[in-house]
């Protein structure tokens, strides 16, 4: 009786620790690096449904630079809020860019952002440079 006793507390205390590591790993790992890819690609759609705006010019556009602007401070901040993020983006399977790519990256789109402000310069000559920077690092 003793012994299936303790082999009974065992494994109840196993079954709560792997409970407790999984979630963990749910909630602060794979949770972010979801959150990570979903911003990628709301990024990538701003881009390009915004496209002729950007690249051609056209009225001043304080929303849309409101919108880039807050996707370039989310998309940095994720290499902060992931846990171990330098470890993982060493592991090929969570497809992370390495932490100098999302800096040069939230530089560009916050550059697009103030290009969608009419400053004199022709759009074309602002971001050509910049759109071509982050279609290199979009695919990492």
């Known amino acids: 009786g003793e012994k299936i ?8 205390i196993g079954g709560v620790v792997v409970f407790a590591i ?3 790993l749910l909630k ?3 949770e972010p690096i979801l959150e990570f890819k979903k911003t990628l690609s709301e ?3 701003v881009l390009l449904l915004n496209q002729a705006k950007i690249m051609n010019g056209g009225p001043a556009d304080e929303n849309l630079k409101a919108h880039i602007h ?3 401070a989310k998309l940095r901040s994720f290499s902060k809020v992931i846990p171990f993020y330098n470890f993982l983006q060493k592991i090929i399977i969570f497809g992370l860019p390495m932490e100098e790519k999302i800096l040069v990256a939230s530089h560009g789109l ?4 103030y290009g969608v402000i009419d400053t004199g310069v022709p759009q074309e000559k602002k971001h050509h440079k910049t759109l ?3 279609m290199k690092y979009e695919h990492y």
């Open 22 to 24: 999984s979630q963990y």
């Open 43 to 45: 990024i990538s759609h």
């Open 110 to 113: 916050n550059l697009i952002g």
């Open 132 to 134: 071509r920077r982050w």
């Open 5 to 12: 006793m303790n082999n009974l507390t065992i494994a109840i």
């Open 70 to 72: 807050a996707l370039s």
């Open 28 to 30: 602060f790992i794979f």
